[in-house]
């Protein structure tokens, strides 16, 4: 039903490994592939409350504590036998601690305020196929699906359900509920692996 240039089936990998996929399957006309990235709700809800913390955090810095944050420096790395400058190295620096931030780097304000919008204002997410017309190669398609997982009947499930509704944009009607979302950020997930 698809093909995948991943592993899909990659053993011993814990369950929360298997958020996400990319493959191809051909559409009904057979003169079409599907350019897919499927994703579990719990990927989605981590992706829009990193996204809503990521702004919210940037919000509160001024532009020129932005520059400041965002100022990367190189040092020469690579040198040819005769000197010329081949490569650079990024020069490591001590993460900018801010006031306004009790203390805490830009990183971590953006893990608090993911961990606050997880508690007290989580945002919605709904099973969903999203066309995207505009990928360099076939059409792209999102899939956000309810499941635990992202395994080989996940997969087949929405490619049958995407058929069923004739390879069109959908969002269900109904969010997916709140219990089956997380209740802790991903990397606080991740940590606990």
């Not at 504590?65 to 036998?81: D, V």
């Not at 979302?181 to 991740?190: G, M, Q, T, V």
Request: aromatic share 14%; glycine share 4%; proline share 5%.
């Amino acid at each position: 039903m698809f093909t995948i240039h991943l592993v899909l089936d990659e053993p011993g990998r814990p369950d929360l490994y298997h958020q996400w996929f990319e493959f191809y399957f051909p559409g009904q006309d057979r003169f079409t592939i599907w350019n897919t990235e499927i994703v579990t709700a719990r990927k989605a809800f981590w992706d829009a409350t990193h996204e809503l913390a990521y702004f919210q955090t940037m919000a509160m810095l001024t532009p020129e504590e932005i520059a400041t944050l965002c100022n990367l420096e190189f040092e020469p790395a690579n040198f040819s036998t005769t000197g010329k400058v081949l490569g650079y190295r990024l020069i490591e620096r001590k993460q900018l601690c801010f006031e306004k931030f009790n203390g805490l780097t830009f990183f971590e304000q953006l893990e608090k305020t993911e961990s606050d919008i997880i508690r007290k204002i989580p945002p919605t997410i709904y099973e969903t196929f999203q066309i995207d017309k505009n990928f360099g190669y076939g059409i792209g398609l999102l899939i956000i699906l309810d499941v635990d997982l992202i395994d080989r009947s996940a997969i087949e499930q929405a490619i049958n359900q995407f058929r069923l509704i004739n390879e069109a944009d959908w969002q269900s009607a109904i969010p997916v509920p709140r219990e089956r979302l997380p209740e802790i950020s991903k990397n606080e997930a991740l940590a606990a692996i």
